[in-house]
């Protein structure tokens, strides 16, 4: 239940009112900013909100049950605001988005609407126009544990366990060329055997993209340097010198865990578990067909 200001409240029953929205956006690095289709910067307690941006918002849906409501902010992209640097490096991915309906002439006067996250963002020109999604949207993902075959933890994380500082697991480059597929040449890699870094996560301690982080599609190692492929372009061009450091990668397969990370014991799948060959399979002439356990020797 929204808990509207009585002043607010007597002004929406005058019929005369002085009203606009404000958003608060709060990234996952912590960032917040604040936004306003008024024609001036408002302040919502310590953040300032601006106007300069442009920010409208198209019409609100939302219905009985549990589907994901949403509705769609369009603004400009600038400088001292949003830019399109900042919305194709994903510093703006899932970034949670407070919704405020004030009245400008006193800000104080306000109240909550809804909360939600960005989804897709889309950008035309000097322009964007983002999907923000009701908090129902997470009632839509995957939780819980899935039996399958291959490891469900992220290497490095909390159930894994792997130690990515390791130096075993974890290298430090430079960038010598990059190609405009987004492909690179780098140095600093040759002790590590060829794919070690498949899969991996690469990323940038200096240059245009410092900070960013890029997953590994692929890794050879050559004589001329290390190539690494990422999986997508970085959004700032990639130049010699750039440096990086960049950890192994997982195919989470119950063998890799054991032989090359030596982590056996907190491998999270189940790799007795019968593939598509056992279960269609059916009795052949001249075959055993003897009862007995169908695990995996370790």
């Not at 990059?178 to 498949?198: E, M």
């Not at 190539?227 to 010699?240: C, D, G, I, S, T």
């Amino acid at each position: 239940m929204r808990n509207i200001p009585d002043a607010l409240q007597a002004r929406l029953d005058s019929g005369v009112t002085t009203l606009c929205r404000c958003w608060l956006l709060t990234r996952a690095d912590g960032v917040t900013m604040g936004f306003t289709d008024h024609d001036r910067d408002i302040a919502i307690g310590d953040t300032l909100c601006r106007a300069h941006a442009g920010l409208s918002a198209s019409e609100a849906t939302a219905q009985l049950g549990l589907a994901v409501t949403g509705t769609e902010i369009a603004g400009a992209l600038a400088d001292a605001a949003l830019t399109e640097a900042d919305l194709a490096a994903g510093r703006y991915d899932a970034a949670t988005v407070d919704c405020y309906l004030v009245d400008w002439s006193d800000a104080s006067l306000r109240v909550h609407l809804a909360r939600g996250v960005l989804g897709e963002v889309r950008r035309e020109g000097g322009a964007f126009f983002a999907e923000l999604r009701g908090i129902t949207h997470r009632l839509a993902e995957e939780s819980g544990r899935l039996y399958t075959a291959t490891c469900n933890a992220d290497l490095g994380d909390r159930r894994c366990g792997v130690k990515l500082d390791d130096p075993a697991f974890k290298g430090e480059g430079s960038v010598l060329s990059a190609d405009a597929g987004g492909g690179l040449i780098a140095s600093g890699l040759d002790a590590f055997a060829d794919g070690w870094f498949t899969g991996g996560q690469l990323t940038f301690t200096s240059g245009a993209n410092a900070g960013l982080s890029v997953e590994v599609k692929e890794h050879r190692a050559a004589e001329s340097g290390a190539r690494l492929a990422p999986w997508q372009r970085m959004p700032e061009p990639v130049a010699p010198g750039d440096a990086f450091t960049v950890t192994a990668g997982c195919d989470k397969r119950f063998d890799s865990c054991r032989d090359r990370f030596a982590n056996a014991v907190n491998f999270r799948g189940f790799p007795h578990i019968p593939g598509n060959d056992f279960l269609i399979s059916y009795p052949s002439p001249g075959e055993s067909h003897q009862s007995g356990s169908n695990v995996l020797p370790w």
